[in-house]
């Protein structure tokens, strides 16, 4: 086939048949890509949950593995069942069961999964509101507990200086020269008081921190309540639809979460269980259609070939020609033989008076006719048929003569049976030979 040829089948096809694939491998692309996704997002759920349903005792790559044979069994054993249906194949209901067992496995998987990230999110809502009432309870404790500590460095003062002011007064009063005595008891009660104030003044030193942190603490505490927002907004929309309120309770929005995670786990269990099998049963019908269209092509090949060979003059002067007819004749597989159907199966529809006088002319040739023929293939295929009627050998050529002509036309011995009537008498016209039946072929 030529350059040009090609070309000019190529744009044949892009007129005719482009616009049409493409749209349809787009499809099919688009479709299995949604397929492939869905997937590879539940097979990552599954594999991430099963995980943590295994005890300490198990390794947990064990529950993953199962997890993911479900998974794939899940997303194949519809295409299975339809399979099974299509070639006729036993084992529908079984996939079909366990199919059905896997499906919710997979499921409780995804539900699982969407749960345990709500519960993390409800938790957190429920607690980032309790921390500025923590945080100001735990300063205004710390608060008290310095305040008490303070009463008690005064109250140890004064018990510790009691002592000092009357020793002091004793030696002040008794009229002995007591200076140098006093006067150490009088620095040993400053350096107390000292203490004392000093002591003090660090507490209320701590007790203005926690005062300002406590402040600082409630502000940070009211903007993480305003700005954490973890309910997604989503969530806190459809609560506000399905509680006619402008704030909703974190329960409401909880609730309303967990039917969006159901919605949406159901929605991608069936892009992953169900997309696929129908997917797949376009395929066979395209399959399909494409191998009818394919048989009605060479159909239409074949029948042209025959006309254009029908509309050729026949070649009866061509030895070749009585070499394969013939033998094909012989071994026909004609219910009914007649003359007329023999002349137009095997003959190019030539007239019997016509047929008569060249296969007379061949006996006088003396051509021989062989008992075998080529196949497509190339093998030596015998004209069984005719070998078991006696016409012809598979051993050795068989000279035409006048037993091969009575069996194409129905003459000699083997000329049809006559029919009889009840009475067993020959109807009129019963030994005429019927050259208007139907022709009918064996069932080879």
């Given amino acids: ?168 007064f004793n030696l002040d009063n008794d009229g002995l020269l007591n200076e140098e005595r006093t006067d150490r008891m009088r620095d040993r009660r400053v350096q107390l008081q000292d203490q004392a104030i000093a002591d003090k003044r660090a507490i209320d030193d701590q007790i203005m921190q926690l005062v300002m942190s406590g402040a600082e603490t409630r502000t940070e505490a009211v903007q993480t309540v305003t700005n954490a927002q973890p309910w997604h907004p989503l969530f806190i929309g459809m609560a506000q639809v399905t509680t ?91 219910k009914r033989r007649t003359i007329k159907g023999m002349c137009q199966t095997y003959f190019g529809q030539i007239e019997p008076g016509a047929l008569r006088e060249h296969l007379y002319r061949q006996i006088d040739k003396r051509i021989e006719l062989p008992g075998t023929y080529q196949n497509n293939k190339g093998d030596t295929v015998p004209y069984s048929k005719a070998i078991e009627r006696g016409l012809l050998s598979a051993e050795r050529p068989t000279y035409l003569m006048q037993e091969h002509i009575d069996f194409i036309f129905s003459e000699g011995e083997y000329a049809p049976e006559p029919k009889q009537d009840l009475n067993g008498t020959k109807p009129n016209g019963a030994d005429n030979a019927d050259d208007t039946g139907t022709d ?5």
């Fill in 440 to 444: 009918r072929i064996f069932s080879s």
């Fill in 244 to 334: 006619r309120s402008k704030e909703p309770t974190d329960w409401a929005i909880y609730l309303n979460a967990i039917g969006f995670i159901i919605f949406w786990v159901l929605l991608a269990e069936s892009l992953v269980i169900f997309l696929p099998e129908r997917i797949y049963l376009m395929h066979m019908h395209d399959a399909e259609a494409a191998k009818r269209s394919e048989a009605a092509r060479k159909g239409h090949e074949t029948r042209k070939a025959k006309e254009a060979e029908a509309s050729q003059p026949l070649k009866i002067e061509d030895a070749e020609y009585w070499l394969t007819r013939i033998p094909k004749a012989l071994n026909t597989g004609l």
């Fill in 1 to 168: 086939m030529d350059i040009f040829k090609r070309l000019e089948i190529g744009a044949k096809w892009m007129r005719d048949s482009f616009a049409s694939w493409f749209s349809t491998a787009w499809l099919y692309l688009i479709l299995w890509g949604v397929v492939a996704g869905a997937f590879t997002v539940l097979l990552y759920i599954d594999g991430k949950f099963s995980r943590s349903l295994a005890p300490d005792s198990v390794n947990p790559l064990s529950f993953q593995a199962m997890g993911w044979v479900y998974r794939f069994f899940a997303a194949a054993f519809l295409m299975a069942a339809a399979r099974c249906v299509i070639k006729g194949i036993p084992g529908k209901n079984t996939f079909h069961s366990l199919g059905a067992f896997a499906s919710v496995i997979v499921c409780l998987h995804a539900f699982g999964f969407g749960f345990e990230a709500l519960s993390d999110r409800r938790d957190q809502a429920m607690s980032v509101r309790e921390v500025a009432a923590i945080a100001e309870t735990s300063n205004a404790d710390l608060i008290a507990t310095l305040e008490t500590r303070k009463t008690q460095i005064d109250a140890d003062l004064e018990a510790a200086i009691a002592p000092l002011n009357a020793e002091i």
